[in-house]
């Protein structure tokens, strides 16, 4: 089966500031020949839109650090319904809010949603409830017999967070906590991880990936 979307999983580390993340998400955007959907954690110092050159497109909310942290970037797909909602509040963080869009590949639409769940520091019931907001959304398109797929951070163990979830995880060996959650009805044809960035010190993480050839 040929691919058609391939979904990277990219925390960016705030750390490494918008010089490395722009060349981190050019190098990402420009890998593959087909469609690109990055779902991007740990944006809260950036405005993505500044970083992206056409035809990559970025979608994030940017009136606060907190909505920052998550969104999108994309290259060779349209984009539909960008949204955030709360994952949950703790006094050792900033808010955590989860990004939700909507694109369309071959078996009809599939909701992708990028999650950076508090850090252990804040409490594994902080991050339970933000997993739980999650679940909940994802319940409801299970429900709905739709499809999903999330690209996230889960500061835990990614398999722990995938089964929680209901879907099948994707990560990398030496990063367990960052990958791509998909459902049952997601149709992949290959994973893998991108090493560039961490090898270059653009980031801190490696950037699992995806590639999709549709939705059943």
């Known amino acids: ?3 058609v979307l391939r979904l990277y999983a990219a925390n960016l580390d ?3 500031g918008p010089t490395k993340d722009a060349r981190h998400l050019s190098h990402l955007l420009a890998a593959v020949s087909w469609a690109v959907l990055i779902g991007v954690q740990e944006a809260k110092n950036v405005r993505l ?3 992206v050159d056409l035809p990559g497109r970025a979608f994030q909310r940017t009136f606060s650090a907190a909505v920052r942290g998550s969104g999108f970037v994309a290259r060779g797909i349209r984009v539909r319904r960008f949204r955030l909602f709360l994952g949950g509040v703790s006094r050792a963080t900033l808010p955590r809010w989860v990004a939700r869009c909507k694109v369309r590949v071959p078996g009809g639409p599939l909701a992708v949603f990028s999650s950076h769940p508090p850090p252990k520091r804040a409490g ?3 991050q339970d409830r933000h997993l739980r907001a999650l679940r909940r959304r994802l319940d409801r398109r299970e429900r709905r017999g ?3 797929a999330v690209c996230i951070d889960g500061n835990r163990d990614l398999q722990e967070v995938a089964r929680f979830l209901g ?3 994707y990560g990398a060996e ?3 906590i960052v990958g791509v959650i ?3 009805r997601v149709v992949v044809v290959d994973h893998g991880v991108d090493r560039v960035g961490r090898r270059e010190g653009l980031t801190d993480h490696l950037v699992p990936y995806v590639d999709i050839a549709g939705v059943r």
Request: charged share 30%.
């Open 174 to 176: 030496g990063d367990r």
């Open 14 to 16: 705030w750390a490494t």
């Open 167 to 169: 879907g099948r995880g």
């Open 49 to 51: 839109r500044d970083l």
């Open 124 to 126: 594994t019931a902080a």
């Open 182 to 184: 998909v459902s049952d």
């Open 1 to 3: 089966m040929t691919p």
């Open 146 to 148: 739709k499809a999903w």
